[in-house]
T-cell receptor
Framework: RKEVEQDPGPFNVPEGATVAFNCTYS??????FFWYRQDCRKEPKLLMS???SGNEDGRFTAQLNRASQYISLLIRDSKLSDSATYLC??????????????FGKGTKLSVIP | DTAVSQTPKYLVTQMGNDKSIKCEQN?????MYWYKQDSKKFLKIMFS???????INETVPNRFSPKSPDKAHLNLHINSLELGDSAVYFC?????????????FGPGTRLTVT
């Protein structure tokens, strides 16, 4: 079983739409969660951290459900510039691996004019 | 100014050769990493160094040998290259090994083994 699983997509949405991605993680001891964004043929960049209480940054909202072990990312009012692959990331907290980030394969989003 | 830089950006070489990729960060970070992203876009950690000391060494063939001459540099040497080594290799750095600290990635080195 993969440690972090995401629907690879692609999600093709029109501009202005709201889109949501979910991701599940297998290690219940994971404590830190993130969403990274990776543009085509570019490096990943941190989009936002995910906190237990949920957090919002402009048009982006991240939620964490520890009971079900899933993380979500909601993008409102999608822009063409949001087209990218969104990587879900978890950090297991177990001994020497506590500082190791585990990346999902990513969900590809295409925002269409 | 580039925060995390890697050279070369592209590397095409034949099987059996030995090659090195260099990484430098000017952020004053203590921790550096090497990741491999294969053709299926799966990004997987290979090594992590904190203050020049190896702290993560995932199941990677011993043909791969990282070296950190100082905190700002983490190089990756690969011996006897194989077809399966073809991938994009990303260097990254973070303020410390604390996972809450953002990791900053370099632009990647696209390695093609023929």
């Amino acid at each position: 079983r993969k440690e972090v699983e995401q629907d690879p997509g692609p999600f093709n949405v029109p501009e202005g739409a709201t889109v949501a991605f979910n991701c599940t993680y297998s290690n219940s001891a994971s404590q830190s969660f993130f969403w990274y964004r990776q543009d085509c043929r570019k490096e990943p960049k941190l989009l936002m951290s995910v906190y237990s209480s949920g957090n919002e940054d402009g048009r982006f909202t991240a939620q964490l459900n520890r009971a079900s072990q899933y993380i979500s990312l909601l993008i409102r009012d999608s822009k063409l510039s949001d087209s990218a692959t969104y990587l879900c990331v978890a950090s297991p907290n177990s001994g020497a691996g506590s500082y190791q980030l585990t990346f999902g394969k990513g969900t590809k989003l295409s925002v269409i004019p | 100014d580039t925060a995390v830089s890697q050279t070369p950006k592209y590397l095409v070489t034949q099987m059996g050769n030995d090659k090195s990729i260099k990484c430098e960060q000017n952020l004053g970070h203590d921790t550096m990493y090497w990741y491999k992203q294969d053709s299926k876009k799966f990004l997987k950690i290979m090594f992590s160094y904190n203050n020049k000391e190896l702290i993560i060494n995932e199941t990677v063939p011993n043909r791969f040998s990282p070296k950190s001459p100082d905190k700002a540099h983490l190089n990756l040497h690969i011996n006897s290259l194989e077809l399966g080594d073809s991938a994009v290799y990303f260097c990254a750095s973070s303020q410390s090994w604390d996972p809450h600290h953002e990791q900053y990635f370099g632009p990647g080195t696209r390695l093609t083994v023929t």
